[in-house]
């Protein structure tokens, strides 16, 4: 007998992970696939991390270590908040989770009540709609077009704000479109946010360092809405330590014992090695992250500039993190072989068999009629993907 829980009938399991499987399996079957599905650092993690692990490890760094990450990661993570971001925290208000994922899922999980509504910016990324499943709240999807770069507007969060708001969940740099909030759109919302003191604003800066406007701005800046930002970010991206699986929130100290609680009860303490890996990345030489974010803009250049040569795609310009999300909608009602776009799902699936690059539907994202792209690969990966997608392109009529 199977007994699914109706929580879990009720998810939808993540796309990204769905589509780059379907890559791995062409890929083992001797398919030359070029996966642009992974929103992952395609670095190794800088050595100078890799040997405080190794030393971790010699030092018999493998005892249960406490559930809110050991008080050393905690401070290096308070003063890298200080010194980049100007903002002050204690290490009381510092939650260490298995990855930036579950950082954001104990907040939601820690302060949402079945009914409780969550605004969520759309494109948004394909697990929070799920997590506020998971905590029985209902999600309000505010959607910003391509036109205004992604990005929600003052007005936009005022109209969608009611009395049941709880959160309002907010990435920037953003995944899946790339778009950065300036500090003066954030004061924006800040402003909108300062008359209503019950909501909390949860902060996703996890691409924080892949930004291309010489600035980042945190919405935990303005003095009015402090005391309810909530901050996850992680090593995962700027580090490339996607493996390693240390996150962290920055939170109210309330709100910071409420995720502590919760964590206590289903996972305990991160690995004690990753974290000692962690706080080296944290305290450590920085001038690996600067030189990953010159290859990312590097990359991002030349994808949008090949991306914009191909007829009836829509092309922004992101300006942080390592996706693209162009506008495919020309192509829906067209066909090939056996291939009828009826949506841009249809479309993702046809590039990966036409083309053997691997994209994820728009839909995953709530945004349905685009595609995201990672370009988190190689030049020549990148250049060799677009030829291929224009050409399978091409072919529809």
């Known amino acids: 007998m199977e007994h699914i829980s109706d929580r879990i009938k009720a998810m939808s399991p993540s796309a990204t992970l769905a589509m780059s499987q379907k890559s791995n399996e062409l890929k083992a079957q001797g398919v030359d696939v070029i996966n642009l599905s992974v929103g992952e650092p395609d670095f190794f993690t800088p050595d100078h991390i890799k040997a405080a692990a190794k030393r971790a490890i010699d030092d018999n760094f493998s005892f249960y270590s406490p559930v809110p990450g050991y008080l050393s990661l905690r401070k290096a993570i308070c003063e890298k908040l200080k010194r980049e971001n100007g903002l002050d925290f204690t290490p009381e208000q510092i939650i260490v989770s298995n990855g930036a994922k579950q950082s954001l899922c104990n907040c939601i999980l820690a302060s949402i009540n079945p009914g409780d509504e969550v605004i969520i910016p759309t494109p948004a ?60 759109e954030l004061k924006a919302l800040a402003d909108v946010l300062a008359a209503h003191p019950d909501i909390i604003i949860l902060a996703d800066e996890i691409y924080e360092h892949i930004n291309y406007t010489g600035e980042f701005n945190s919405i935990a800046q303005f003095a009015e809405i402090r005391d309810r930002v909530a901050i996850v970010n992680g090593v995962s991206k700027a580090y490339a330590m996607t493996g390693w699986r240390i996150g962290f929130l920055a939170a109210p100290l309330w709100l910071a014992k409420a995720c502590n609680k919760l964590q206590g009860q289903y996972t305990s303490g991160a690995s004690s090695i990753a974290q000692k890996a962690a706080e080296e990345a944290y305290n450590g030489p920085q001038e690996c992250v600067e030189t990953m974010r010159v290859a990312f803009e590097r990359r991002r250049n030349l994808i949008v500039s090949l991306l914009k040569e191909i007829p009836g795609l829509k092309v922004g310009n992101p300006e942080g993190a390592f996706y693209v999300f162009p506008e495919v909608s020309a192509y829906i009602g067209k066909s090939y072989g056996n291939h009828t776009i009826s949506s841009s799902g249809d479309l993702a699936l046809y590039l990966l068999d036409e083309a053997h690059v691997a994209t994820v539907d728009g839909a995953a994202f709530c945004a349905p009629g685009y595609i ?16 291929r997608i224009a050409a399978a392109l091409a072919k529809l009529q």
Do not use: H
């Not at 995201?372 to 030829?387: G, V």
């Open 125 to 184: 990324w394909v697990s929070y709609v799920e997590m506020v499943k998971l905590a029985e709240g209902k999600c309000v999807l505010v959607p910003a077009s391509l036109e205004q770069d992604f990005k929600i507007t003052a007005r936009q969060l005022a109209e969608a704000i009611t009395p049941r708001t709880r959160m309002v969940l907010l990435c920037s740099p953003s995944n899946p479109t790339g778009s950065v909030y300036s500090r003066e």
């Open 372 to 387: 995201r792209l990672s370009y988190a690969t190689s030049d020549d990966n990148i250049r060799e993907a677009a030829k």
